[in-house]
């Protein structure tokens, strides 16, 4: 996107809470009650804002950090798709976020897919770990 182009106010908050490493309430924010997440590594999709913080909350934290970052991203009205890079000890990992906003701007449906084969694998070890982890 331009700098001069408009951004979808949902986008740029996502950007933001990425970018300050993920704070718990702000992303509790940008949730819709009846948002879904798509894991690449959970065959069902994951149904309502509780679901879907636990999944998103665990994910920033497992794949943010110093190595994360967007590589391009097509938006188009109220979704878009952002491709990711990051490494998680040694591994390369490159993906999608395809997000969806409500009309209110809260993120109503969320897809993240994972490649390659090594990366989905790792991310679904340390995913379990930190859904563990915020469980107990």
């Not at 920033?60 to 967007?70: A, I, P």
């Not at 040694?90 to 976020?97: A, C, K, Q, S, T």
């Amino acid at each position: 996107m331009s700098a001069g182009s408009d951004v979808h106010p949902g986008l740029a908050a996502w950007h933001a809470y990425m970018a300050a490493g993920g704070e718990p309430e702000t992303l509790r924010a940008m949730l819709a009650d009846d948002a879904v997440f798509h894991s690449p590594v959970v065959h069902s999709p994951q149904a309502g804002r509780d679901k879907v913080f636990a999944y998103l909350h665990a994910a920033s934290h497992v794949l943010g950090g110093d190595n994360f970052r967007y590589l391009r991203e097509i938006a188009d009205g109220n979704q878009a798709c952002l491709e990711f890079a990051t490494e998680l000890e040694g591994i390369h990992i490159n993906g999608v976020d395809i997000i969806r906003w409500n009309d209110d701007g809260k993120i109503q449906d969320f897809k993240v897919m994972v490649r390659p084969l090594k990366a989905i694998n790792k991310v679904w070890e340390k995913m379990a770990a930190m859904l563990a982890a915020q469980a107990g």
